[in-house]
């Protein structure tokens, strides 16, 4: 039996209920081959039915995540939790997967086949889990924050109009201005969605902090888009303002699956591209 | 969730009145700059909305 344990990133709750239903999983997996090789029908029967319970998962974990959703300040998304539940169903998938894989080597190899085929899996595991990352599709540069009057810029992306003389000298301190310039075509549709550009904020938020509070929104985290470019400009006053490390969080906040654009790979896509 | 009218100017707040007037929105006169940004400041914190700035004397408050 190998269990896995998925603790996902900025996600520290459930662990324990995900370690437990990994277990779960795992035990499933491990004795499948055992049991139909017996052969014992009632014991597949009830694997059947206990597999059924794992698309619950998603369910749980997008109920979960959506009900925290309503008293956060930075909200996640939709297309973040519908991308983080998603990724636990799999992952218990993956489990269950491997655990059948390494119990059917023990079950005709032996024991010695067991620690080679668990090393196997582990590797394709990482292989499934490994999404590719904003840093993979987009460079991530410092901005100059600037007021033109009272519209707030960063470099030529205007964010918006601030009115009061010193929110402007506080954003002028304090503020960072970070600018994310998509590789190709299709980094720039990715970077489009709003869906995306939660994700990003959410992120570097849970991990910089942000000056925003409840009935202030001066300070809040802005994303906006050069649109004849199509580079975005990120707005952010942090509890700990350090670029360097805010650039790092950006370039690895996962590319969420529902905004993955696939452009190039459409015929049409690729016409109008040049 | 969080209900409530969002995008609606809650307040003008400026220190000339031949700028503004009808539409049903609450208009504060301010007797100069300062006061001005006092006010515009008050009601943002009071209405939970954000300052804007029309560059013509004219502030609005506005929730996002």
């Not at chain 1, 996600?11 to 997996?29: D, N, R, T």
């Not at chain 1, 029908?41 to 109920?63: D, K, P």
């Not at chain 1, 304090?174 to 994700?199: C, S, V, W, Y």
């Amino acid at each position: 039996m190998r269990s896995d344990y998925r603790h996902y990133p900025s996600y520290p709750h459930g662990e324990f209920v995900h370690l437990s239903l990994g277990l779960i999983a795992a035990g499933l997996g491990a004795v499948a081959v055992p049991a139909i090789a017996k052969p014992d029908y009632t014991a597949v029967t009830f694997l059947a039915l206990a597999a059924q319970q794992f698309r619950e998962v998603r369910s749980i974990e997008r109920e979960t995540l959506l009900k925290l959703e309503e008293t956060k300040m930075i909200r996640r998304g939709n297309d973040y939790i519908e991308g983080i539940a998603r990724v636990f169903e799999a992952r218990n998938y993956l489990v269950i997967l491997s655990a059948l894989f390494t119990s059917g080597i023990v079950y005709f190899g032996g024991w010695p086949w067991a620690i080679p085929a668990s090393i196997l899996c582990f590797i394709v595991s990482l292989r499934f889990m490994n999404g590719s990352y904003i840093g993979d599709i987009a460079s991530v540069e410092v901005g100059t924050i600037s007021f033109d009057n009272s519209m707030l810029k960063i470099n030529d992306v205007v964010i918006m109009n601030v009115g009061l003389p010193f929110t402007r000298e506080k954003i002028k301190r304090e503020g960072m201005g970070i600018i994310i310039k998509p590789f190709n075509d299709d980094a720039r549709l990715t970077l489009d969605t709003p869906g995306q550009r939660m994700a990003i904020m959410h992120d570097v938020v849970s991990i910089l902090g942000s000056k925003v509070d409840i009935n202030e929104g001066e300070l809040a985290p802005i994303m906006r888009k050069q649109a004849d470019q199509g580079y975005l400009a990120f707005f952010l006053v942090a509890n700990e303002p350090d670029l360097n490390f805010c650039m790092e969080i950006i370039k690895r906040v996962p590319v969420l699956e529902s905004a993955r654009a696939t452009s190039s790979k459409s015929y049409y896509g690729r016409k109008a591209a040049d | 969730m969080d209900t409530g009218i969002v995008g609606l100017i809650l307040a003008i707040v400026t220190t000339k009145p031949e700028l503004v007037g009808g539409g049903g929105c609450p208009i504060f006169l301010a007797a100069n700059q300062k006061e001005q940004e006092r006010l515009s400041l008050y009601l943002a914190r009071i209405l939970g909305g954000v300052v804007h700035d029309l560059e013509n004397g004219v502030y609005f408050i506005c929730r996002h």
